[in-house]
């Protein structure tokens, strides 16, 4: 089993700055890619951005692309979410996720390949 914990969520002002942290504990070793998405009330939970553990591969949703930047501390087992120029639409809760298996360019960013899951951080982004 594999524990992940969120933090770093608040609220931020429009054009603000956040950094959300997720560490992992327990049978870490089988990790292939951690995983941020995002859940806003009413609305379907969606995929944020990913990071394979071992090469350090980054995938983004459009949405976030080129304002939010995903990394990892392999020693700390600990996965990171930079997100600069905050939206109001980009509230909602976050959560990190796990995937054992390998996946695709495609599979990545679908959370039905993910196998574990974070309880989520509230990020709020005011007007």
């Known amino acids: 089993q594999v524990q992940l914990v969120e933090s770093g969520g608040g609220l931020v002002q429009a054009g603000g700055s956040l950094r959300l942290s997720c560490a992992a504990s327990?049978?870490?070793?089988?990790?292939?890619?951690m995983g941020w998405f995002r859940q806003a009330p009413g609305k379907e939970r969606e995929f944020v951005a990913s990071?394979?553990?071992?090469?350090?591969?980054?995938y983004y949703a459009d949405s976030v692309k080129g304002r939010f930047t995903v990394s990892r501390d392999s020693a700390r087992n600990t996965v990171y979410l930079q997100m600069n120029s905050l939206k109001p639409e980009d509230t909602a809760a976050y959560y990190c996720a796990k995937s054992a298996q390998q996946l695709s360019v495609t599979t990545i960013r679908r959370d039905g390949f993910y196998d574990s899951w974070g309880q989520g951080t509230q990020v709020t982004v005011s007007s």
């Open positions: 327990g049978r870490t070793f089988s990790t292939y890619a």
């Open positions: 990071i394979t553990w071992k090469v350090g591969s980054t």
